[in-house]
T-cell receptor
């Protein structure tokens, strides 16, 4: 049981390049999330998927797109990377029902945009 | 607007002593959940403890307890008998909604860095 996995762990891009961050969970969770964490700050929600087939914007969606490929996988795409997108990206998953809705996080992807 | 405030950027505590990390929140929802996560220097996010807005008892998980004061909108984390391995960043987070409206979105505070001194 790997939990939440993310690839890659590290990535360096040049301004204007595109890339896709991959996330997968093996806990049969309905909901999945993408967050970014900037230095000295808490996590901010980029996009989320409450259930398979649905996606919604979070607090900071500009410059990103997402795809909920199936129940297990939720990818985040940067179409034209900018230095402001230099950050650590976390994927998370949770059950969408029940009051105790703990989110399980992946190990993160450290992205640098030059 | 929903908001989490952690006013202590950094804290020090002596090993084996207790420490309280502050968290206040703002929400207009009656149903919500409060979470604490630990982020060690390795970077992963580790779930510590949860408190539901309707829970009458303060949550406890081993050495972690949550001092929940609903009227004051505070949810402070208490770590008893601090250990060197407790040195990390700690985040308070809130989830709103209940039942079918619960999408599980979390709003995070800015975090508190805790350093445990030997």
């Amino acid at each position: 049981n790997a939990g939440v996995t993310q690839t890659p762990k590290f990535q360096v891009l040049k301004t204007g390049q595109s890339m896709t961050l991959q996330c997968a969970q093996d806990m049969n969770h309905n909901s999945m999330y993408w967050y970014r964490q900037d230095p000295g700050m808490g996590l901010r929600l980029i996009y989320y998927s409450a259930s398979e087939g649905t996606t919604d914007k979070g607090e900071v969606p500009n410059g990103y797109n997402v795809s909920r490929l199936n129940k297990r996988e939720f990818s985040l795409r940067l179409e034209s990377a900018a230095p402001s997108q230099t950050s650590v990206y976390f994927c998370a998953s949770s059950e969408s029902s029940g009051n105790h809705n703990e989110q399980f996080f992946g190990p993160g992807t450290r992205l640098t945009v030059l | 607007a929903q908001k989490i405030t952690q006013t202590q950027p950094g804290m020090f505590v002596q090993e084996k002593e207790a420490v309280t990390l502050d968290c206040t929140y703002d929400t207009s929802d009656q149903s919500y959940g409060l979470f604490w996560y630990k982020q060690p220097s390795s970077g992963e996010m580790i779930f510590l403890i949860y408190q539901g807005s309707y829970d009458e008892q303060n949550a406890t998980e081993g050495r972690y307890s949550l001092n929940f004061q609903k009227a004051r909108k505070s949810a402070n984390l208490v770590i008893s008998a601090s250990q060197l391995g407790d040195s990390a960043m700690y985040f308070c987070a809130m989830r709103e909604g209940k039942g079918s409206s619960n999408t599980g979105k979390l709003i995070f505070g800015q975090g508190t860095t805790l350093q445990v001194k030997p």
